[in-house]
């Protein structure tokens, strides 16, 4: 679920105060070195099959060179929140960044079968102006 809440803009990360960092409930990501290579290498890969034009093509290669690699500890606000809907519980992480939203929530069946019934009536009251 955290993959579907989106990015956070990085370009200009701001140093947090150490007491920052040890004051605040957090998870660190355990990503490897070798793990986010393999990530941006198909990334890359996605980028040069976007340039080739056509539909198809076949035996891409790239071969990428990276340089002056560093890295940088980030601290991403992402809320999660857990609440109970009759016996049933529900989970919802929110960017902090964007206010992408993803999770799990109640759905009414009754207002999404008025919504559906209204949408009708206003298809065919549409349709009944322009005869």
Sequence with gaps: MPNRVG???IS????PAPRVITT???????ATASATRAAMNSELQRLAAAQI????????QIQPTFSNQTFKHVLVPIW???????ARPFRLLVNGYT???AG???KSVWKIALLVVLALIV???????QD
């Design 12 to 15: 200009a990360p701001i140093d």
């Design 80 to 86: 999660l929140l857990t609440y109970n809907y009759g």
């Design 99 to 101: 206010g992408k939203m």
């Design 104 to 106: 799990e929530y109640p």
């Design 24 to 30: 605040s409930p957090g998870r660190a990501t355990r």
């Design 7 to 9: 990015d956070c803009d």
């Design 53 to 60: 034009p056509g539909d198809t093509y076949r035996n891409l």
């Design 123 to 129: 298809v065919l009251i549409v349709l009944w102006l």
